[in-house]
């Protein structure tokens, strides 16, 4: 992931295939891996990912999907900018965007309804 984040300033966070619905909450996968690798992302206003986004301050936010909304505001994007959101990036604790193995075996058994640790995770 690093050498592919690694090759780009953004990363599109916006999805509309169920506006209104589901892509109005969603956090995609691409909003953690991104920030972890340093891609600042680019959201759309009134959603949870661009909730999350302006919290951390870390990506520009779209006031809608119309073309000449996102000209201008990418266009109006300057080093600068670019540099103080890779910053923020930089300053979300790690553990808001990656979880550990140990994490994802207690958010499966949850899930899952089992409540019993594996021995190679208890140890």
């Known amino acids: 992931m690093p050498r592919i984040y690694g090759q780009v300033d953004l990363a599109w966070?916006?999805?509309r295939y169920q506006a209104g619905q589901n892509s109005?909450?969603?956090l995609p996968n691409r909003l953690y891996e991104g920030c972890l690798n340093g891609?600042?992302?680019v959201v759309l206003n009134g959603t949870e990912v661009a909730r999350r986004v302006q919290a951390w301050d870390c990506g520009?936010?779209?006031p809608s999907t119309d073309d000449g909304?996102?000209?201008?505001t990418l266009s109006g994007?300057?080093?600068?900018?670019?540099?103080?959101?890779?910053h923020a990036l930089a300053a979300i604790p790690k553990d808001r965007l990656h979880m550990d193995r140990a994490?994802?075996?207690t958010l499966t058994r949850a899930i899952c309804g089992t409540a019993a640790v594996p021995a190679e995770e208890a140890a």
């Open 39 to 41: 891609a600042v992302p």
């Open 13 to 15: 966070l916006i999805d």
């Open 103 to 105: 994490e994802c075996g």
């Open 60 to 62: 520009p936010i779209l």
């Open 69 to 72: 909304a996102i000209r201008a």
């Open 24 to 26: 109005d909450w969603l």
């Open 77 to 86: 994007l300057c080093a600068q900018d670019l540099a103080r959101f890779r």
